[in-house]
């Protein structure tokens, strides 16, 4: 019995939509014909990095993130990954990641993971104030690097 319905976000390389870990474990855009997000076709999440519908995982890290958070949650709780992709190989765009951020939180994400590195020791105002978007939401962050 399903107790809570979760959304949880991950922004990293994407995720691999046909492996059987995600079967029914993945976000789905219900109102996406409808939804006024400018964004065609984004059904199971979206590919800020290369502006594709689909944000599958050329990496594996993403994947790997996402069976990491389905294998450690609760059984009684509804889990969704919702999938933001901005980063493919070993580079990704900051405005790609904040898009991709935006993005999770605007479908209704509560935890977002955001398990890539950036390192500076001011970080720029739109990662702030996108982070500050999620705390002012209600939103989890988790981070690592």
């Known amino acids: 019995m399903c107790i809570y319905h979760h959304v ?11 492996h059987l870990a995600f079967d ?4 789905v855009n219900d109102e996406e014909n409808d939804d006024d997000n400018c964004l065609e ?6 590919d800020f990095r290369y502006n594709l519908s689909s944000p599958a995982d050329s990496v594996g890290h993403g994947s790997a993130v996402a069976g990491t958070v ?6 009684s709780l ?20 904040i898009c991709g951020i935006h993005y ?3 479908e209704g994400s509560s935890i977002i993971n955001t398990s890539w590195g950036f390192y500076a020791a001011d970080p720029p105002e739109l990662l702030t104030s996108v982070f500050n978007k999620a705390q002012d939401n209600d939103i989890i962050m988790t981070v690592s690097a």
Do not use: H
């Not at 029914?24 to 976000?27: A, F």
């Not at 389905?70 to 059984?75: G, R, V």
């Not at 509804?78 to 990641?97: C, R, T, V, W």
């Open 104 to 106: 999770a939180i605007d």
């Open 41 to 46: 076709d984004d059904i199971n999440g979206y």
């Open 70 to 75: 389905i294998k450690n949650f609760p059984e």
């Open 8 to 18: 949880r976000g991950i922004v990293d390389s994407g995720i691999n939509l046909d």
């Open 78 to 97: 509804q889990l969704e990954i919702l999938s933001s992709k901005f980063f493919s190989g070993n580079s990704g765009e900051l405005f790609d990641a």
């Open 24 to 27: 029914n474990g993945l976000w």
